[in-house]
């Protein structure tokens, strides 16, 4: 089939539609309607990356001389922009060890190891004097330390929640789990900006054996030969944690069953039980980042969103979530993002739907007394149980591939690692 674009020349389509007094715009909608057309005008578009403007090969021999003396010098200039790089990245690795005995002393008072003195809990004088008005307006002057529980309940959970590139990716599932997150710690890899470790801390629970999950980045600094600008150290891949679920607690995936019914034949109007496991959206899932094949320089534009996705969530905890905590867990973080209005978040009932945990739906566990005791704790109401199964009646010829187990067998297992 020859190429859309050398048979159909737009503009001349377009003009020769008007001058006979028809519609220029449908034409074009038409044009951009064609699948055929789409993808040829996309195939041009992409051949046209990275070709030379034309201005260097029209410009005298001396001017392409003393453009070349310029090229050189800035690759002198990005060596040294290498050089910054590094020595940033060390001054990184420095103020975080003084960084450690700070977050040491916040988790003690989160776990409630510690328990501050009135000389710790002094604020600058104008948000001591803005705090105490709020807590004689909302009668805080009750006797303190009645039916108080120990530390801060679910400090990780809402600093989390707070947090947009992380509340994205928590689900209400997730919740429960996330409950008995006790800790977030940095770790920078051996060597000159070449990566960096999160480690998640959990109480002993129901869902799974591991105490400790974790997730790699491990960067590349090095640049490329002949690259003019440095943009800093590129992502060469992530590693997860393999998490060891208790039987029928692994919240990233969901049984589902289907009854499909025979149409036709001997059998017809006879049904039998399909059993599937399917993946499903999980903050879990963090933790079982996309795979990346070294051999593979190319990798299609899926696959870099995901990448850039994984890595984007990764920096949040590392630069937003673990310096700021109790900011994320007050919501006052929120204040100093770009673009915030108000509470943060967006009100467009259209995005409910999206996947993920809201902020209200996060800040409703704190409702009702919640959290500092009184009644029970309040939390978003959850779908089915993990385990639990969709029911749906479909006809066979629907997935006429599906092989279901026999009788007696269990549902295939789910790879969500």
Known sequence: MADPIEEIDITEQIARTANEGGDAQSVTQQLMQNPEFLAALQAELEGMQG???????????????????????????????????????ELERKYLERFQPLYERRQAVVIGEHEPTDEECQLPAAEEEEEEEEEEEEGAD????????????????????????????????????????????????????SGFKLSFYFKENEYFTNTVLEKTYILDPAPEADDYIYEGPVLKRAEGTTINWNKGKDVTCKVVKKTQRKKSGPNAGKTRMLVKTIKRDSFFNFFSPPQVSEDDDDEDEELQQLLASDYE???????????????????????????FEGDGFDDDDDDDDEGGLTREQAMAMLAGGGMMGG??????TFGAPVGDDDDDEDDDDEDPDYQPPAEGEKPPECKSQ
């Open 313 to 339: 969530q990764g920096d949040a905890f590392k630069e937003k979530v673990i310096p700021a905590a109790v900011l994320w867990f007050t919501g006052e973080a929120l204040e100093y993002e770009d673009g």
């Open 51 to 89: 070709q030379s403007s034309g201005l260097m090969e029209s410009l005298p021999k001396p001017i392409k001389r003393r453009v070349k003396a310029l090229k050189k010098i800035q690759l002198e200039h990005t060596a040294i922009e290498v050089e910054y790089q590094k020595e940033v990245a």
């Open 375 to 380: 009644g029970g704790r309040g939390r978003p």
């Open 142 to 193: 009750a006797a303190e330390g009645e039916d108080t529980p120990a530390g801060i309940p679910d400090f990780w959970l809402t600093a989390l929640s707070n947090c947009p590139e992380i509340a994205e990716i928590v689900e209400e599932h997730d919740v429960p789990i996330l409950e008995n997150l006790t800790n977030i710690t940095l770790e920078l890899l051996p060597g000159s900006n």
